[in-house]
């Protein structure tokens, strides 16, 4: 009887053993039944969300999965991407990646890039240096004589010295001799609120907000080799146009998807199938193009070695401004 | 005229109409939940309001937002626990009059309070919007950290004879507001940094958990406590005689005007917050109570009066047309709820600002039109929960004060919808800060000082450091400023005013003052 017992022990822990080893059934990425999530790192409503929110809508229609948008923003984008970075590595959650992952990761506040890999790289929103319709300035080059005649008088306003347009400014500070008094506002609503009362001199601003506000802005520069795709803004000049060649900073927002590093390769390449399908497609090159935004688009590797790229050039800025990790 | 009529075909169908009773009634029930707010409810329904035509999408929203804002008021009054920060000024004469069963009567008020300042300020809205949005933009850093000042004068007269204890507490939730990144340089300000920087506290402590912890952990920990001690008086559920005559609102209508101007200007200007608004306009009327009706003596403030709950959720949805002020006219979002609106407009190819009002006429029009029915369904259907919402009092204490345990934690961790992390972390600081607040009430500090200090902490540090290095260092910019002097001017009178009446009241040992009572 003992024997017997043995005998169907042991068959059963050699057929568990067998079933173990080959594994749950293949099941296709994405999953039809599941949902994938993009944690997109900012409020809903914002410039990055609207413009993930499109990328999402178009994202639907090449997948059976269904692909939503959750708003996970705080600490510049450090507490969405840090909820992704606790989720498993399974492609069922993306993040909203971009330069404020890299700006987050640099400063220390989440791992970061260095525990995410790219999906796809989407394209740059370059900013526009502007000052007020009565401020007495009509291009960037008498803007900077002032400065350098009175260094520090003037004041150059960005929304948030960890975020995009905060590395603008400081950068472009560094580069003309701070000649500039950087300071800070909370967030772009209370950047533009104080710009259109005269609080600030000088601030950068998305070329849709400039394109909103165009009776009471004067653009100056924009900051990108190549010029606005948005009718109003085509006249404003670029950097090297106006002769900065030599200034070497971030051109604005960057955007791309990443995923918690970990996640199988092939779920990688189907959601970079799936995300390519809609960056390609023709209502995002038409958004992009009405939006003002520039492709720059990369693939899985591709970004990855892009975000390098990012690291290098932000982290100069950085240190100047003492933002770094210490 | 035709603009006008285009705006009214807009939302005048039957489906139109729907929504916006649907968006008022999913609002209520969801303000009415601590820690799940307005901002929260229109980011919730963005994705269907897109689906939508734009005026139906946009009516449905701000009917959302109209009725998250009132519902708040209803776990305020009912429980002392406010729905969300718009409603903290309301629980100080609320919560007193449902512990005197009084709840009706409290939630009248707060009805009346919400459409008089729903109305009001979308009267303003429609008629002085872009000069009212031109003005609030000479609230530069230098103004609004002189406001901040004035609000957090505020902590002088709601801690009445406890002047001490309300200092010590304002200084508490400064501190709390100071926890987190440094919002000028970005360095962090944390304890123990090698430990915290990874953490949800690198964002520093939100505002609703610690509403939720301060307000209605402490208050379940409190009343427990008093369960067990026998000393608990469950509040009573009584409606003989508890619907006010209209005549105790017409009396009060000086108030409403203060309070509504408050409420609309201080909802204008970018970033200031309802928070501020509703103690500002509280603070009025502890000033201007309207004579005792019937003759004898009419209740202080902060025991029991209904001019303390008229008087902030009058400003508290003033400040709602406030904020569109700026957002409509000048396409600069007036608090975080209307950031999201505006972002909804976006989505629809409509650009907010000075040409809305050119362009997009029937589309001002259909929005105003739709705030306009949004208050109406707001008060039927808030008159119609009277009835319904003080049931939730006869529930057994063994039973209700762990279900506002529970709630309260669900609360606290639905502020950060699906983000995990920041969830657990915002449940652990709401039972952190319950516990401290549980031994501050039995100690006989004052709470709302700790909220102030943390609303306004922020507020006053950002925008004094801003304005100093904007003005290199000179200290002047303050002086210079005719509003920043106006308000510090108002700051200091006001501190002078809070101990002159305090150190009358203590003179006169037979007068028992009414203190806020938390």
């Known amino acids: 009887m003992l024997r017997k017992g043995m005998v169907m022990a042991v068959a059963f822990v050699l057929v568990a053993g067998v079933a173990y080893a080959a594994g749950p059934p293949e099941v296709e990425f994405p999953d039809p039944d599941e949902t994938i999530t993009m944690v997109v790192p900012f409020g809903a409503g914002g410039g990055t969300d609207l413009i993930f929110r499109e990328l999402v809508d178009e994202m639907n229609n090449y997948t059976e999965a269904e692909i939503i948008v959750d708003n996970i923003g705080g600490a510049g984008s450090a ?4 909820e992704v970075l606790g989720l498993p590595a399974d492609g069922y959650t993306i993040l909203a990646s971009g330069a404020h992952t890299v700006t ?9 890039y260095r525990e995410l890999e790219g999906i796809i790289g ?12 009565d401020a007495p300035w009509e291009t960037f080059d008498e803007l900077l004589a002032d400065a350098q005649d009175d260094p520090e008088a003037l004041t150059f306003g960005n929304a948030g010295m960890g975020g995009a347009t905060g590395v603008l400014t400081v950068g472009m500070n560094l580069h003309f001799d701070e000649v500039f008094n950087v300071t800070p506002f909370d967030g772009g609503a209370d950047l533009i609120a104080n710009f259109l009362g005269q609080h600030v001199d000088i601030g950068v601003f998305s070329q849709t907000e400039v394109a909103e506000h165009m009776d009471e802005m004067t653009p100056l520069m924009i900051v990108h080799p190549e010029r606005s795709t948005i009718p109003e803004l085509q006249d404003v000049q670029t950097y090297q146009e106006l002769g900065y060649e030599d200034l070497e900073v971030p051109f604005g927002s960057y955007r791309s998807i990443s995923v918690r590093a970990g996640t199988p390769q ?14 390609e497609s023709d209502r995002f090159q038409n958004y992009m193009q009405e939006q003002g935004l520039l492709p720059e688009y990369s693939r899985l590797e591709e970004l990855d070695a892009y975000f390098e790229e990012l ?5 100069p800025i950085l240190e100047a401004a003492d933002l770094l990790d210490n | 005229m035709t603009e006008f009529l285009s705006g009214v075909a807009l939302i005048g169908d039957p489906v139109t109409i729907l929504w916006i009773m649907f968006g008022v009634c999913f609002g209520i029930v969801l303000g009415a939940i601590p820690g799940l707010t307005a901002t929260m409810g229109i980011a919730l329904m963005l994705p269907l309001a897109i689906q939508l035509e734009t005026a139906t999408g946009m009516a449905m929203l701000l009917s959302v937002y109209s009725g998250a804002i009132i519902g708040a008021s209803v776990p305020a009054i009912l429980l002392g626990i406010p729905g969300n920060p718009n409603a903290i000024a309301t629980i100080y004469d609320g919560y007193p009059l449902t512990q005197q069963g009084r709840s009706a009567e409290a939630l009248i008020g707060a009805t009346v309070g919400s459409f008089v300042g729903g109305i009001g300020s979308l009267i303003l809205l429609a008629l002085f919007a872009p000069l009212i949005a031109r003005f609030t933009l000479r ?16 902590i002088a007269s709601i801690s009445g004879r406890r002047l001490a204890k309300g200092i010590l507490m304002g200084a508490f939730g400064l501190a709390l507001a100071f926890l987190g990144p440094d919002r000028i340089t970005q360095t962090m300000r944390l304890p123990l940094p090698s430990v915290t920087m990874g953490t949800p506290l690198a964002n520093g402590i939100q505002l609703v958990p610690a509403l939720i912890g301060l307000f209605g952990i402490s208050q379940a920990l409190y009343d427990i406590s008093r369960v067990k001690s026998g000393t608990f008086t469950p509040p009573q559920v009584s409606f003989r005689g508890s619907i006010p005559k209209p005549r105790i609102f017409v009396r ?4 409403m005007v203060e309070s509504l101007g408050i409420g609309t200007f201080i909802g204008a200007i970018p970033g200031a917050g309802a928070s501020i608004a509703v103690f500002l306009s509280y603070q009025r009327a502890q000033r201007r109570r309207a004579p005792a009706v019937e003759g004898g003596e009419a209740p202080q403030l902060g025991s029991g009066a209904l001019e303390g709950v008229v008087a902030p959720e009058v400003a508290n949805n003033a400040c709602k047309g406030g904020a569109l002020i700026p957002a409509l006219s000048l396409g600069i979002p007036g608090d975080a709820a209307t950031a999201v609106l505006l972002g909804a407009l976006l989505i629809q190819g409509v650009v907010p600002g000075p040409t809305l009002f050119i362009d997009e006429l029937p589309l001002v029009y259909a929005i105003l039109g739709s705030l306009l029915l949004a208050n109406v369904f707001m008060v039927i259907f808030q008159l119609a929960g009277i009835s319904v919402f003080p049931k939730v009092l006869t529930t057994p204490v063994p039973i209700l004060l762990p279900l506002i345990l529970v709630f309260s934690l669900l609360g606290s961790y639905a502020v950060e919808g699906r983000a995990i992390m920041a969830a657990s972390f915002n449940m652990g600081v709401a039972l952190v800060l319950g516990i401290i607040g549980y031994f501050l009430k039995k100690n006989d500090y ?7 200090g943390l609303i306004l902490g922020d507020m006053l540090e950002q925008n004094f450091r801003r304005a100093m290095r904007l003005a290199r260092g000179d200290y002047t910019v303050f002086l210079r400023s005719p509003i920043a002097l106006a308000f510090l001017v108002l700051a200091v009178v006001s501190v002078a005013y809070a101990l002159w009446s305090s150190r009358r009241h203590s003179d006169d040992s037979d007068t028992t003052h009414g203190e806020a009572d938390d």
């Open chain 1, 79 to 82: 507490t969405g991407t840090n």
């Open chain 1, 104 to 112: 987050a990761t640099l400063q220390g506040l989440t791992e970061g």
């Open chain 1, 122 to 133: 989407l394209n740059w929103d370059p900013f526009i240096v502007a000052v007020h319709r």
């Open chain 1, 266 to 279: 092939e779920h990688k390449e189907a959601l970079a199938d799936i995300a390519t399908q809609a960056f």
């Open chain 1, 311 to 315: 690291e290098e050039l932000f982290y």
């Open chain 2, 139 to 154: 609230f530069g850093p230098a103004e609004r950290a002189a406001l901040a000042l004035v609000g957090l004068t505020i």
């Open chain 2, 252 to 255: 009060m209508w000086r108030m």
């Open chain 2, 446 to 452: 004052p709470i709302a000082p700790i909220v102030l």
